[in-house]
């Protein structure tokens, strides 16, 4: 069994969440081995709104509306407050809430309308939800600035891994739980590995990626270990 203590701040090339690590010795890796990752730390410093999640995407009678919300921190009343203050220029009157204890909001207006699409609304719309001709109801909106995250490497890529948007190198997927500030621990469950495919290297390129499959740059370092059986 090999352990591989991988640190972003370590890297010979790339950034934080894109990057390459040079090995003491050269990895070989050749019949069957299996792989996980532990003890994965990343600092929360994904903010609630950001250019990845900002837009919400209208349809008032024949006419489309695209509005942006303020980009930052917000807890879920403040999220609230500014889901409704970037819909107000939209003919109308808008009502925003958020149901702490649900993780949930209601989004309402005196004219109907509906919700086309926009890179707030989009996840919203994947989840369970309930709407009528003036009003939608979403089951879950959190407010930790991601929900999931997926470590890929580009290494370990093999056919019998499906990730996301297809994707063939994803290692593991990390639900965010930790709120804005704070450092995200995660390790794999102990009876959970990914097959490794037989390589011959003295380095290993590493992703941190966002749902979308974005790499993700709002991080200032990534670490962890991986071990190989």
Not at 3 to 10: G, H, K, Y
Not at 28 to 40: N, P
Not at 60 to 70: F, L, Q, R
Not at 86 to 92: D, E, F, K, M, T
Request: glycine share 6%.
């Amino acid at each position: 069994m090999r352990q591989i203590f991988v640190d972003s701040r370590d890297r010979v090339s790339g950034s934080q969440s894109d990057f390459t690590i040079q090995l003491p010795s050269t990895l070989v890796l050749e019949g069957t081995h299996q792989a996980r990752i532990d003890d994965l730390r990343i600092p929360m410093t994904i903010p609630t709104i950001n250019e990845t999640n900002d837009s919400i995407k209208v349809l008032m009678g024949s006419t489309n509306y695209v509005v942006n919300i303020a980009r930052g921190q917000y807890d879920g009343p403040g999220l609230a407050a500014a889901v409704q203050s970037a819909l107000a220029p939209i003919p109308g009157g808008w009502t925003c809430t958020y149901y702490t204890s649900l993780i949930s909001m209601a989004i309402s207006c005196s004219n109907p309308f509906t919700f086309t699409g926009g890179s707030f609304i989009d996840p919203l719309l994947q989840r369970p939800y309930t709407q009528t001709s003036n009003s939608y109801n979403f089951s879950y909106v959190p407010v930790t600035g991601a929900d999931v995250l997926y470590l890929c490497s580009p290494n370990f890529a093999t056919l019998d891994t499906v990730g996301p948007g297809g994707s063939h190198d994803t290692l593991c997927n990390i639900p965010i739980t930790c709120p804005y500030g704070s450092v995200m621990n995660y390790s794999m469950s102990s009876v959970v590995w990914f097959d490794c495919p037989s390589m011959t290297t003295q380095q290993l390129s590493f992703q941190l990626r966002d749902r979308s499959y974005n790499i993700l740059h709002q991080v200032p370092n990534i670490s962890f270990v991986l071990t190989i059986d």
